[in-house]
DNA sequence: AACCCGTGGTT
DNA sequence: TAACCAAGGGT
């Protein structure tokens, strides 16, 4: 019996060799005439083409641009990184979301001074154990700093590809991306694969895009079945996302008489782990609790008699809240939507002294890294008169 | 394999 | 507006 290959399987015809020199060439022609100049561009510094790329992750270019500047700005080599607090690293990060990213890059870059005298490894196999880099980041700082012929596969290659090929697997698994890194080590330019794998990004970014597609426009029209084929509207195949689950909280902005703001740190584990927000009482999780003698409508009053209560039992901490909501914040995670029910309160006394709770000044604020969420909460509290 | 993890921009 | 999308990785 002959063993099929992964193209075969997946009934993928590679191209002849003819053929690839010419989209090689094609693309490599319009990336060069056509490419984005982006600050990660002016440098093969392997930790700084690292940096840009965690970044990227799940994020657009014209926001990662400031925060990536400033980055390496504030910590040019590696060992700044391996030797920064967790404050400061999540301060630099503020804002761009998926926190463990940058988490995750200290600890890479403490295993970097350990197991690599310091120097980020070439090797495609030690980048992988890099905590935070999977397939597609080693192959993309592979093949850019290093100028090695390693795949990096996201999800405008898995578009890009889907179209050039008709090809119908669900790039939403993960065990799509292994046949596009099959494509991509047959079509790889292998004098330049890290701005062949850029081209083909940056292809997909701007106009081989998910919406607003016009393939005669494209400078390898002519390589895209797709297109010849007036098959191009269904490409890619992408399994729908389930619905997002809503949570609403009751959030208390409890402030003391030095007119500090309390706030509590979230679990290790989990939404904006170990982030800080206020006080936010899980309607559901509340009512479960046998907290349920109101009802709700634009009668707040009992509601608020049971916070304060709440409070009290579990913060040890006797607050007085004003009667009626100051706002109704929302925030949509990518999974997650959250109503905040935003109350102000007074601290009366001011003996709230659990490990997790923080008492900030609003003169302090721009220091403290917080959350999207937490920083909405700020801005509608920094409005308002307290009672 | 399926689900979790932020945020901002578009349609 | 709800849904979708963006240079994914961890568990």
């Known amino acids: 019996m002959k063993q099929k290959n992964v193209l075969q ?3 993928i015809t590679m191209w002849s060799e003819e053929k690839i020199d010419r989209f090689r060439q ?10 984005r100049d982006l600050p990660w561009r002016e440098t093969t510094n392997p930790y700084y083409i690292w940096v840009s790329e965690i970044m990227l992750q799940q994020t657009q270019v014209d926001t990662v641009i400031p925060y990536y500047n400033r980055f390496i700005k504030t910590l040019p080599k590696i060992s700044d990184l391996a030797e920064a607090p967790e404050e400061t690293l999540l301060k630099l990060w503020e804002g761009l979301g ?9 600890v890479a870059a403490i295993q970097i001074q350990k197991d690599f005298e310091g120097k980020f490894p070439e090797n495609h196999k030690d980048v992988l154990t890099l905590k935070g880099i999977g397939p597609y980041t080693a192959g993309a700082v592979t093949s850019i700093a290093f100028n090695q012929t390693q795949p990096a596969v996201d999800g405008n290659v898995m578009r890009v590809l889907s179209r050039l090929f008709e090809i119908d697997l669900d790039i939403s698994k993960v065990s799509t991306r292994k046949v596009f890194e099959e494509i991509i080590r047959h079509l790889i330019d292998p004098e330049r694969p890290g701005d062949f794998n850029q081209a083909l990004m940056d292809l997909g970014a701007t106009i081989c895009t998910p919406k607003n597609y016009f393939p005669e426009t494209s400078p390898v029209k002519e390589f895209n079945a797709s297109y010849l084929n007036e098959t191009w509207e ?3 195949v992408k399994k729908k996302k389930t619905k997002v689950t809503e949570k609403t909280f009751y959030t208390l902005m409890i402030k003391n008489e030095k007119d500090e703001y309390l706030y509590e740190k979230r679990p290790s584990k989990g939404v904006l782990a170990g982030m800080f927000t206020p006080i936010m009482i899980n309607q559901e999780t509340f009512k479960e609790q046998g907290w349920k003698l109101f009802n ?3 009668d707040y009053n009992s509601i608020v008699r049971e916070l304060e209560q709440y409070i009290a039992e579990v913060y040890k901490l006797k607050i007085k809240m004003n009667s009626q909501p100051k706002g109704i914040l929302k925030h949509v995670f990518s999974h ?4 905040m029910i935003v109350f102000e309160a007074l601290a009366l006394e001011d003996n709230a002294r659990f490990e997790n709770l923080k008492w900030i000044h609003m003169s302090q604020f721009d220091k403290e890294m917080f959350p999207v969420p937490t920083q909405k909460v700020n801005n509608l509290v920094e409005t308002l008169t307290l009672f």
């Open 234 to 236: 269904k490409y890619p």
């Open 336 to 339: 997650i939507k959250w109503e």
């Open 296 to 298: 709700e409508e634009d």
């Open 26 to 35: 094609t693309l490599l022609n319009w990336y060069d005439e056509s490419k």
């Open 9 to 11: 399987k997946n009934n």
């Open 98 to 106: 998926y926190y463990s990213r940058v988490r995750n890059m200290k």
